[in-house]
Every structure is written in structure tokens, then in C-alpha cells.
């Protein structure tokens, strides 16, 4: 079989930051002294003048994104997920949420798949804070195709918009020509009868190779991937919980807040259904290798598969 092209979805949020410079002349850039990690630099290098270096001071870099969005600018405020959501939290509610803000937020270095930089660093709570902020849209590109997509989708609304990018390179799952990004509405890339399996960013290649699992054995999943989680696409997980009556959501986020909290939330109030959560447990990550650290907490093909074979089998 022919090698899988894998990409980090953080150099696709640096590449389409510039092509989309090279169209808006109202886009900036800020980032919080990491463009190398980010992948801000590469923006920074074809417009020094659009791209300002706040320092390790992400909720003064938030307040500045404020001030030049109300001038007409499109600023593109960059860090790490943590430091993005986690420390800038109140001025990403005050300064950009609350007045609804042009103001985009490229969270790159998201949950455990950090790796060796270990909890301090591997935000796993950034999609619950940011669902709770109102007006917030909220996007987690599965690959490379789907987060250039994704950022050029940011651009064009008007408002506040969270997007989640990863370190690892991960597998490219869309290259396809019948693929067509549509903010808010989920992709079914595999019909099922026995069992839904919503995922979304990273764990969506896996959860494709949970299901061929499941179907050599029989058991035919339908596979949905959720990249917009704010606002939810409610109608495919409704029309697919219907028509399995299980449902199982797989993040590399919390269990608390993220999809698997925002699927609940729909289904309690449109069409209850048993669903299991798979993600993150209530517990703080680890340093470690990232492949690695993600087959420990089950987000690999084999773990996805095991926890919807418990799932069924009532365990």
C-alpha cells in the first residue's frame, strides 16, 4: 500500500495565513514570541509589517487583536492552546467575545499529542472553555486540506472563531475531489447501521481505521466527522443517532465540555441515545512520546475499536 501523507495541521494554518495575506490587505498576524512553533513566521517572513511579536503575554496580545479589529483589521492572534485559551481567557471573553469581535485565534499545540512538553502544556480543557464564551465559533480540522480550509472559512465570517491545530503530523484524509468544507456541518464519510462514531481533529483517521476494524467482524459503523463543534451541525447526529440508537464520540480533548459534551447536550434535548465518551478522563496528560501517549489513552485505531466493542457489548 502507498505510504499516507501526513502533515501537521499547525503548517497549514502558517502556509494558508499567507496565502490569505497575499489577497486581504486587512489581515494581520500577532503571536506570543512561538511564530517558529506555530508556524506564524512563515507569514511574518513575506509581511514583517503585518506581523506583530507581542512577547510572552498572550492576554495583552488578545487586548491588541481587540483594539485593531474595531479599526477594520483582521487580526490572526497565535500560541499555544494553553496560553491561547487558557491564559488569555478573560480577555478572549471580555475584549473579543463580549463586543463580538473580528478577532481569530490559531490554538496550535493542542492536547496530549503535544507530547514531551507533558500537562503543563497539553491543553486538554481549550474547546470546553471556548464553547462556553457566547458567539464563539469553534473549528477542529481533521488534516491538512481540511485546516487550510478552515482557516480561509475563519476570514470570511464575522466574528470571534477558535482554531484548534495539532503539533504531530497527521495522516491526509481528504484529498479528494468531491470534499467541500461547509462551516457547521458534519462530513458522513462512512455509512452504518450498528453503531455512530463522531469524531473530530486528529482522531478522525483513527476512528476510519476503528471501523474497517468493526466491519471486518461485521459490525457496520457509521463514521461522521465534526470539525465545526460550534455551532454544532445537529441535524447529521440526530438523523445518525436515529438510525443506529448508539452513539460513541472520540476527542483528544476532556470528556467534559468538548464534542462528546456538546453531542449529549443534542441528543438529550432531540433524541436521547446511549452514548460513550471517549477522550480524555478527568485527568491531567504526561511527557511523552506522542504516538505513544496516544495509544496509553486509547486514541490509536486498535483503542478506538476496543472501546466501541466494550461499548456494544455493554461493558
Known amino acids: 500500500m502507498p505510504e499516507v501523507k ?15 495575506g497575499r489577497e486581504h490587505e486587512n489581515l494581520v498576524v500577532l503571536d506570543a514570541d512561538l511564530a517558529a512553533a506555530t508556524k506564524t513566521e512563515l507569514f511574518q517572513k513575506e509581511f514583517p509589517d503585518r506581523h506583530i511579536d507581542c512577547g510572552i503575554a498572550e ?16 487580526p490572526f492572534i497565535s500560541s499555544f492552546a494553553m496560553f491561547a485559551a ?12 463580549y463586543p463580538h469581535l473580528n478577532v481569530k485565534i490559531g490554538a496550535s499545540h493542542a492536547g496530549i499529542s503535544v507530547g514531551e512538553d507533558g500537562a503543563s502544556h497539553q491543553c486538554n480543557e481549550d474547546i470546553a472553555l471556548m464553547r462556553t464564551i457566547p458567539g464563539m465559533t469553534i473549528i477542529n480540522p481533521s488534516d ?18 477558535y482554531l484548534r491545530f495539532g503539533r504531530l503530523a497527521v495522516p491526509v484524509i481528504n484529498d479528494r475531489e468531491d470534499y467541500k468544507f461547509e462551516l457547521g456541518k458534519g462530513v458522513l464519510l462512512k455509512e452504518g447501521t450498528d453503531v455512530t462514531i463522531i469524531a473530530t481533529g486528529l482522531c478522525v483517521a483513527p476512528s476510519l481505521e476503528a471501523a474497517e476494524k468493526l466491519e471486518a467482524e461485521g459490525i457496520h459503523a457509521e463514521v461522521i466527522n465534526i470539525h465545526t463543534i460550534k455551532p454544532l451541525d445537529e441535524e447529521i447526529v440526530v438523523n445518525s443517532a436515529r438510525k443506529t440508537g448508539k452513539v ?24 436521547p441515545t446511549l452514548v460513550c465518551k471517549i477522550g480524555i478522563k478527568d485527568v491531567f496528560g504526561e511527557s511523552g512520546p506522542a504516538l505513544q501517549l496516544l495509544e496509553k489513552y486509547g486514541f490509536d485505531g486498535k483503542g478506538i475499536y476496543k472501546s466501541v466493542k466494550e461499548f456494544l457489548n455493554g461493558r
Open 248 to 271: 460513541v464520540t472520540v476527542e483528544e480533548h476532556s470528556v467534559i465540555g468538548g464534542l462528546g459534551s456538546a453531542v449529549c447536550d443534542c441528543l438529550c434535548d432531540k433524541a
Open 86 to 97: 487558557g491564559r488569555a481567557y478573560e480577555q478572549v471573553r471580555n475584549s473579543i467575545g
Open 144 to 161: 491538512d486540506i481540511e485546516a487550510k480550509a478552515a482557516v480561509r472559512a475563519a476570514y470570511e465570517i464575522d466574528g470571534p472563531v
Open 6 to 20: 501526513k502533515i501537521a495541521t499547525r503548517e497549514s494554518y502558517g502556509k494558508t495565513l499567507v496565502e490569505l
Open 59 to 74: 492576554a495583552n496580545m488578545a487586548g491588541i487583536a481587540a483594539g485593531m479589529a474595531t479599526t477594520g483589521k483582521v
